[in-house]
């Protein structure tokens, strides 16, 4: 079993910003990964390309942004769902999403 494999990487200038970079990283993912991401890559389009990968995956979202809770679950977790929302959205397919509040 292989942990914090670096698979695919990308560089640019500080002139890009990271969401940008990542967003041709996502495709490269496979089924059986994992992909942690931090806050600074949120978004539901970049979450909808990385679940189209069938990959799991464990991100960190802002602060500010609060889901609401559908069912709950024993571990503190509860099951929730997210639509896109903004200029030039126009699908709006709920995606359901399991939710943790971060212990730290």
Not at 7 to 25: D, Y
Not at 33 to 62: E, H, P, V, Y
């Amino acid at each position: 079993m292989r942990t914090h494999a670096v698979f695919a990487a990308a560089t640019g200038p500080l002139s890009v910003h990271e969401r940008q970079l990542v967003s041709n990283l996502l495709p490269r993912l496979e089924p059986g990964m994992l992909l942690m991401a931090d806050r600074g890559i949120t978004g539901f389009d970049l979450w909808q390309t990385a679940s189209a990968t069938d990959a799991d995956l464990l991100w960190k979202l802002r602060k500010n942004i609060v889901l609401p809770v559908l069912q709950p679950f024993g571990d503190g977790s509860y099951l929730s769902e997210t639509v896109a929302s903004g200029v030039g959205v126009h699908v709006n397919v709920p995606t359901r999403v399991r939710m943790k509040k971060a212990s730290c």
